[in-house]
Protein backbone atom coordinates (compact mmCIF):
# COMPACT_ATOMS: atom_id res chain seq x y z
CA UNK A 1 0.00 0.00 0.00
CA UNK A 2 1.57 3.56 -1.11
CA UNK A 3 0.20 6.80 0.29
CA UNK A 4 0.95 10.15 -1.09
CA UNK A 5 0.74 12.93 0.46
CA UNK A 6 0.38 16.95 -0.70
CA UNK A 7 0.66 19.62 1.25
CA UNK A 8 1.80 23.33 0.98
CA UNK A 9 -1.26 24.45 -0.06
CA UNK A 10 -3.56 27.65 0.94
CA UNK A 11 -4.83 30.72 -0.04
CA UNK A 12 -2.42 33.26 -1.48
CA UNK A 13 -2.63 36.83 -2.99
CA UNK A 14 -2.09 36.88 -6.97
CA UNK A 15 1.40 37.69 -8.18
CA UNK A 16 2.62 35.70 -5.00
CA UNK A 17 4.22 32.40 -4.11
CA UNK A 18 3.40 28.95 -2.90
CA UNK A 19 5.34 25.54 -2.78
CA UNK A 20 3.69 22.22 -2.56
CA UNK A 21 5.73 19.34 -1.72
CA UNK A 22 4.30 15.48 -2.24
CA UNK A 23 5.81 12.85 -0.29
CA UNK A 24 5.12 9.04 -0.80
CA UNK A 25 5.02 6.62 2.16
CA UNK A 26 4.06 3.09 2.61
CA UNK A 27 5.44 -0.27 0.52
CA UNK A 28 8.76 0.30 -2.13
CA UNK A 29 7.23 0.55 -5.88
CA UNK A 30 8.87 1.55 -8.90
CA UNK A 31 8.60 5.74 -9.45
CA UNK A 32 9.20 5.97 -13.12
CA UNK A 33 7.89 9.61 -12.86
CA UNK A 34 5.76 11.85 -10.77
CA UNK A 35 3.59 14.75 -12.14
CA UNK A 36 0.98 17.49 -10.71
CA UNK A 37 -2.36 17.75 -12.25
CA UNK A 38 -5.08 20.70 -11.01
CA UNK A 39 -8.63 20.95 -10.71
CA UNK A 40 -11.05 23.68 -10.93
CA UNK A 41 -14.41 23.48 -10.32
CA UNK A 42 -16.47 22.59 -12.67
CA UNK A 43 -13.45 21.81 -14.81
CA UNK A 44 -11.86 18.63 -15.78
CA UNK A 45 -8.91 17.94 -14.58
CA UNK A 46 -5.55 19.70 -16.19
CA UNK A 47 -1.43 18.47 -16.78
CA UNK A 48 0.50 21.07 -14.37
CA UNK A 49 4.09 19.62 -14.71
CA UNK A 50 5.57 15.87 -14.63
CA UNK A 51 9.41 15.37 -14.24
CA UNK A 52 11.30 11.90 -14.68
CA UNK A 53 12.72 10.48 -11.04
CA UNK A 54 15.63 9.41 -12.87
CA UNK A 55 17.25 12.13 -15.57
CA UNK A 56 14.94 14.40 -13.63
CA UNK A 57 13.58 15.57 -16.77
CA UNK A 58 10.82 18.40 -16.38
CA UNK A 59 7.54 19.14 -18.32
CA UNK A 60 5.00 21.68 -17.85
CA UNK A 61 1.58 22.85 -19.36
CA UNK A 62 1.77 26.10 -21.57
CA UNK A 63 -0.06 28.04 -18.80
CA UNK A 64 2.42 27.21 -16.13
CA UNK A 65 5.78 27.56 -18.07
CA UNK A 66 7.75 29.81 -16.57
CA UNK A 67 6.07 30.53 -13.38
CA UNK A 68 6.31 27.04 -11.74
CA UNK A 69 9.12 24.44 -11.33
CA UNK A 70 8.93 21.25 -10.72
CA UNK A 71 11.64 19.67 -8.53
CA UNK A 72 12.17 15.71 -6.88
CA UNK A 73 14.31 13.93 -4.45
CA UNK A 74 15.13 10.78 -6.13
CA UNK A 75 15.99 9.17 -2.56
CA UNK A 76 12.99 10.50 -0.76
CA UNK A 77 10.41 9.83 -3.42
CA UNK A 78 9.42 13.42 -2.93
CA UNK A 79 8.44 15.72 -5.38
CA UNK A 80 7.94 19.66 -4.85
CA UNK A 81 5.87 22.35 -7.27
CA UNK A 82 6.93 25.94 -6.68
CA UNK A 83 4.48 28.29 -8.13
CA UNK A 84 5.60 32.01 -8.64
CA UNK A 85 3.60 34.73 -9.58
CA UNK A 86 0.36 32.99 -8.97
CA UNK A 87 -2.83 33.70 -10.54
CA UNK A 88 -6.71 33.84 -9.87
CA UNK A 89 -6.93 30.99 -12.51
CA UNK A 90 -4.26 28.91 -10.87
CA UNK A 91 -6.72 28.49 -8.24
CA UNK A 92 -7.93 24.38 -8.44
CA UNK A 93 -7.35 21.79 -5.86
CA UNK A 94 -3.36 20.05 -6.93
CA UNK A 95 -3.28 16.46 -7.44
CA UNK A 96 0.37 14.55 -7.10
CA UNK A 97 0.42 11.37 -9.38
CA UNK A 98 3.31 9.21 -9.51
CA UNK A 99 3.66 6.78 -12.79
CA UNK A 100 4.60 3.38 -11.01
CA UNK A 101 3.86 0.69 -14.30
CA UNK A 102 5.50 1.46 -17.09
CA UNK A 103 3.37 2.16 -20.03
CA UNK A 104 3.14 4.16 -23.23
CA UNK A 105 1.31 7.05 -22.09
CA UNK A 106 2.33 10.31 -22.59
CA UNK A 107 3.69 12.34 -19.58
CA UNK A 108 1.00 14.61 -19.60
CA UNK A 109 -1.82 11.67 -20.00
CA UNK A 110 -2.94 11.02 -16.64
CA UNK A 111 -3.75 7.52 -17.61
CA UNK A 112 0.16 7.03 -17.86
CA UNK A 113 0.06 7.96 -13.29
CA UNK A 114 -1.14 5.03 -11.03
CA UNK A 115 -1.10 6.24 -7.95
CA UNK A 116 -2.67 9.78 -7.05
CA UNK A 117 -2.84 11.63 -3.64
CA UNK A 118 -6.13 13.46 -1.80
CA UNK A 119 -5.26 16.91 -3.41
CA UNK A 120 -4.56 20.55 -1.46
CA UNK A 121 -6.35 23.01 -2.68
CA UNK A 122 -4.65 26.33 -3.71
CA UNK A 123 -6.93 29.39 -4.09
CA UNK A 124 -5.18 33.08 -5.00
CA UNK A 125 -7.33 35.80 -4.95
CA UNK A 126 -7.18 38.79 -6.48
Known amino acids: QVQLVESGGGLVQAGGSLRLSCAASGRTFTNYAMAWFRQAPGKAREFVSA????????YYADSVKGRFTISRDKAKNTQYLDMNSLKPEDTAVYYC???????????????????WGQGTQVTVSS
Open 97 to 115: AVKSQYNHYFYSDSRAYSL
Open 51 to 58: IRMLGGET
